[in-house]
């Protein structure tokens, strides 16, 4: 979905162990929605398994709490997007990957 990261030393394959592990969605399966127009809501949607311990994600995106968030799907968003932002500030993957 968003390479970003690539740039700040980080692969596109760190990226997409994030998003599946945030998801369930497989390497295939995020590089054909990055090559689809599916709209960020109905890629969280049809998530194969969303993980369980995305709730230990804590934070501020944005301005917001992720962990304040009442809207379930803009909470999922936010979760990716603190993840991502994780990423590119260089944190480990053992961390990011609660």
């Known amino acids: 979905m968003d390479s970003s990261c ?3 030393g ?5 990226v997409n162990q994030v ?16 090559e ?3 709209s960020y809501g109905d890629f969280f949607r049809h998530a194969p398994e969303l993980n369980p311990n995305r709730t230990l994600i804590k934070g501020v995106v944005c301005g917001v ?6 809207e379930p799907l803009m909470r999922e968003i936010r979760y990716l ?3 991502i932002d994780e990423l590119a500030k260089g944190k480990s993957m053992d961390k990011i990957l609660r």
């Not at 980080?10 to 760190?14: F, T």
């Not at 709490?65 to 009442?70: A, D, G, K, P, T």
């Open 81 to 83: 997007d603190k993840l």
């Open 65 to 70: 709490r992720v962990e304040n968030i009442q």
């Open 10 to 14: 980080r692969s596109v394959e760190e």
């Open 36 to 38: 689809s127009s599916i």
């Open 19 to 34: 998003i599946g592990w945030l998801t369930g969605y497989r390497t295939e399966e995020i590089e054909a929605a990055a």
């Open 6 to 8: 690539s740039g700040k």
